[in-house]
């Protein structure tokens, strides 16, 4: 068993740079982290990215299509969040067939919070979330389970 380390940018820098190598372009003698999301901290495999029950995704391509989305210029991209790795992967291995910039893009924010019930239910029906003539009901779906949270939240509120 391992002895909690404390989330510190130091210790997610080491992280990241374990789990994504080279690729991260970050230096092995850099301590600092500054630029790495301090959820990586939580990261000590390459396995800890996956989803129980998900299976595991190609962390390299995810990482790729990561960087090509938030740099298209080729600029150097910062590292991104295990968040925003998990939805790329995710949406690539999940949702390979959907190649419509639009409907990858808003199949990925659903799968940012992998525990919430849009998540869920997107992986639950996925051949009905892949086919492009049903892109844009995910929107409403989306502002359904934010609706149904925010009055599960009010009725909390209330006790």
């Known amino acids: 068993k391992h002895k909690a380390e404390e989330a510190t940018p130091a210790v997610a820098a080491a992280n990241a740079r374990r789990v994504l190598g080279e690729a991260c372009g970050l230096a092995p003698a850099e301590t600092s982290g500054h630029e790495v999301p301090l959820d990586w901290a939580t990261i000590r495999r390459g396995r800890d990215l996956f989803i129980a029950g998900w299976g595991g995704f190609d962390v390299t391509t995810a990482f790729q299509a990561c960087l090509d989305a938030k740099a298209p210029d080729g600029v150097t991209a910062s590292l ?24 990858r893009e808003r199949l990925r924010r ?36 934010d609706s ?12």
């Open 110 to 145: 659903a799968m940012l919070e992998p525990e919430s019930l849009l998540a869920r239910y997107v992986l639950r029906h996925r051949s009905f979330w892949a086919d492009v003539a049903n892109a844009n009901r995910l929107d409403e779906v989306e502002r359904y389970f």
């Open 80 to 103: 991104p969040s295990v968040a925003e790795l998990r939805s790329w992967g995710y949406v690539a291995k999940l949702f390979s067939e959907v190649t419509e910039p639009m409907q």
């Open 148 to 159: 149904a949270r925010s009055q599960a939240a009010a009725a909390k509120a209330m006790k």
